[in-house]
Nanobody
Framework: QVQLVESGGGLVQPGGSLRLSCAAS????????MNWYRQAPGKKRELVAIISQSGISTNYIDSVKGRFTISRNNDENTVLLQMNSLQPEDTAMYYC?????????????WGQGTQVTVSS
């Protein structure tokens, strides 16, 4: 079955860095785009970054452009989110997500999330 397992979250001071990792299994990883979402307490879940199947194309929400970098390794079935210059407003649960075509419809799969807390 499809599994997405995030790791790498933690507590970091403002200005610090973290690297999140998502290990995928149960599907052909190189066939699908991959996404990182986040959800802060009391806020809607938002799409942070997306990477194409090949990894050539990426896109980010404005608030993380220039600070976060999404990448993927199709040989190891992993997607990374390098987060630099972290700010308190980046505090959230971060989720790995993808959509897979099943029975002619797209089904969303989510990891369990990894907590990122930015605080002094």
């Amino acid at each position: 079955q499809v599994q997405l397992v995030e790791s790498g979250g933690g507590l970091v001071q403002p200005g610090g860095s973290l690297r999140l990792s998502c290990a995928a299994s149960g599907f052909i990883f190189s066939d699908v785009p991959m996404n990182w979402y986040r959800q802060a307490p009391g806020k809607k879940r938002e799409l942070v970054a997306i990477i194409s199947q090949s990894g050539i194309s990426t896109n980010y929400i404005d608030s993380v452009k220039g600070r976060f970098t999404i990448s993927r390794n199709n040989d190891e079935n992993t997607v990374l989110l390098q987060m630099n210059s972290l700010q308190p407003e980046d505090t959230a649960m971060y989720y790995c997500m993808t959509q897979i075509l099943e029975d002619s419809s797209w089904k969303a799969y989510w990891g369990q999330g990894t907590q990122v807390t930015v605080s002094s």
